[in-house]
Each structure stands twice: as C-alpha cells, then as structure tokens.
C-alpha cells in the first residue's frame, strides 16, 4: 500500500505519526499528478477492501480522487510535497469524499 502515493496518504488512512518517512518524489508535483496517485491507490486499496476488481471502482475512485485534491488548500497541496501524505486536514476531506463516492473507509 506504500507504494503507491503512499496509498495511506491518499485514502485518508491513520494518523500522521503512523506514516513512513516523507517522500522525496512528491517534492514537485502538480495538483494534477497528486489526482493520480490518489486514483492509483484507490484502485488498489478499494478493490481489496471490496474484493472486488480495480475496474469495479474505477468511477469512485475517480470520484474520490478529483473531490478531495479539487478540494484541498495550497497549504494542503504544499504539505503533500513536503511528505508525499495527506495531513490531517486534507485527511478530513479524503473520507468526506470516501463516504460520498461510496467508497469504504480503510
């Protein structure tokens, strides 16, 4: 699951004091490209936590991913690419967009 956008970061998972180091290649990411890695990790970890395929919840994994980076602050987009996870607020509207793309919370 770290693989990925650091696939915890992306889907609202855990506390910050929970994450692995900071991510040097999130450093210049576009807002665009931070979608992404949303997207990709939301394949993965959707499809198992629904055992069900990557492209039954490709719809709310797009969902999930345009809402909360669409979402985010500058601030929130800047401490992604500082650590390459989402802080706490950006956590906050990662599982408002979880819950409301019908997806659920790991």
Sequence with gaps: ?????????????GSTSSLPPPDPTAKNLTPYMIQLRAFDACLVTQSQLMNTTREAVHTPCSCYAKGTVNAMTKDELQAFRDTGYFND?????????IDRCKLKRP
């Design 1 to 13: 699951m770290s693989l990925l956008v650091s696939a915890g970061a992306a889907l609202a998972a």
């Design 89 to 97: 607020s950006a956590r906050d509207k990662g599982y408002e967009f």
